[in-house]
């Protein structure tokens, strides 16, 4: 078992096995974890790229703690501003001019996006009962098609959150995008591709964007990396189809 702690709420839970950023995600609501709280780890302060990396194990004391702000730090920032308003020097120019650019429009789309049923996650949602999701495919991204070589962003959001509430106390899904050949994609643009790569789609922050950057057109595919779920009493009421996630995928240029 795992203890966790934010201020005055505790909770002892069995998730070894999981990072501290997903029991940030999965426990956030449960015990109101602040989004600026430290993650201290038997005794020790952790970073954000550390919490995505650290993971938990059996006996761990797990605290979640804020941190108080500078208010000489936010005057120095405050006085500096009103220099830069204060300070400035306006030019102005009495001359204008026209010039026409030749753009044509093109009846395809830069990228398709399409649902990937090969592997699609599945699990039984029962009242009271925490456990977790496994693993599946979602969608494919298709930029081969059209051609186009340049960075895009996925937005990945959960489409029926009234519907999952009603069935869900928590549901924490991790997502990471892999090219054709099935290695990772950094999307947390640090330059590096590596475990830390992955986002948490959740009941409370249901929307997430995945930045790509292209080396060359290809297939990616959107997948679930892992997910947890803790589910609400059950006496009656939900269909049988209130527990499955409807998610929606869209694309944007870079």
């Known amino acids: ?95 204008t001019s026209t010039a026409t650019i030749n753009a044509a429009i093109a009846n395809s789309d830069f990228a398709a996006v399409t649902a990937n049923t090969s592997s699609t996650p599945a699990w039984t949602a029962r009242g009271l009962q925490k456990n977790q999701t496994g693993s599946g495919t979602l969608f494919d991204i298709n930029t081969s098609t059209s051609g186009y070589t340049g960075d895009f962003v996925a937005k990945v959001s959960l489409a029926n959150i009234d519907d999952l509430v009603k069935v869900y106390h928590n549901l924490t899904l991790s997502i990471e995008i892999r090219d054709s050949a099935n290695n990772l994609m950094d999307i947390n643009e640090d330059g590096i591709s590596n475990n830390n790569d992955y986002t948490l789609l959740t009941l409370e922050n249901s929307s997430v964007t995945l930045n790509i950057k292209q080396n060359a057109v290809g297939v990616y595919t959107v997948k679930l990396r892992n997910g947890y779920f803790v589910c609400n009493a059950k006496k009656s009421g939900p269909t049988s189809g209130a527990g499955t996630p409807l998610l929606y995928c869209e694309l944007a240029q870079r």
């Open 1 to 95: 078992m795992i203890e966790i702690r934010f201020k005055g709420n505790y909770e002892a839970a069995d998730i070894a096995g999981l990072t501290i950023a997903e029991a940030r995600g999965l426990y956030k609501p449960e015990l109101g974890i602040a989004d600026k709280a430290v993650a201290v780890l038997n005794g020790k302060k952790l970073n954000s790229t550390a919490e995505a990396a650290t993971i938990l194990k059996n006996n761990d004391n797990l605290e979640f703690k804020t941190v108080k702000g500078n208010k000489a730090m936010y005057l120095v920032g405050a006085l500096l501003l009103a220099m830069a308003i204060t300070g400035g020097v306006f030019a102005f120019g009495f001359n």
